[in-house]
């Protein structure tokens, strides 16, 4: 009402009063917003509540008349926003939740990374087991057949030089 008014007035004295009107208007504004402090309800949040103002004039006239408006609303954790800033200020809340999922993502990844290289591990112990009892039945094999051939072979043959005959022969 404040700035309306004084775009609206006929003499600078008067412009002058409105504008002051209008500052109080926005100081009272920012005093209200920053003792609702929101950001104590959630566990999670910004530490700091947006105030917007829908015309870029409406900040500009207000900082005209009171340069350390912004330091206060900033000790109160209010930002003030007009369009612009507003839009600058989502498309960074977006990046920063895009990196906070990013993050979270390069985490998840980490463990399951770490579970997957355990369970190589594990399997990589289960192969060096398999491995290790191959070789073992192979060398077991090895000595059977030689046992065979030196020790059982010989004495079966001597069977045929006995007489006994088989359709099968050794």
């Known amino acids: 009402d404040g700035y309306l008014s004084a775009a609206e007035a006929k003499t600078d004295g008067e412009r002058d009063a409105r ?27 910004p530490q700091f509540v947006v105030m917007f103002l ?13 340069r ?7 000790s109160l954790n209010v930002i003030p926003a007009t369009p612009l800033t507003l839009l600058a200020l989502l498309k960074t809340v977006a990046l920063g939740w895009r990196q906070e999922q990013l ?9 399951i990374g770490r579970e997957l290289y355990e369970r190589l591990g594990t399997m990589v112990g289960h192969l ?6 191959i ?8 000595r059977f ?5 030196q020790k059982v072979l010989p004495g079966a043959r ?7 005959d088989s359709a099968e022969t050794l």
């Not at 002051?20 to 100081?27: C, D, E, F, I, K």
């Open 19 to 45: 504008l002051s009107a209008h500052l109080r208007q926005v100081r009272d504004h920012v005093r209200a917003l920053g003792a609702k402090e929101y950001w104590k309800q959630f566990p999670v949040s």
């Open 54 to 66: 829908p015309l870029e004039p409406l900040l500009a006239a207000a900082l005209e008349e009171d």
């Open 68 to 74: 350390t408006l912004l330091d206060q609303a900033a």
């Open 103 to 111: 993050a979270r993502n390069a985490e998840e990844i980490q463990t």
């Open 128 to 133: 060096e087991m398999v491995g290790k009892n």
């Open 135 to 142: 070789k073992q039945a192979g060398d077991s094999y090895d």
């Open 145 to 149: 057949v030689g046992s065979l051939e």
């Open 158 to 164: 001597r069977f045929k030089d006995l007489g006994v």
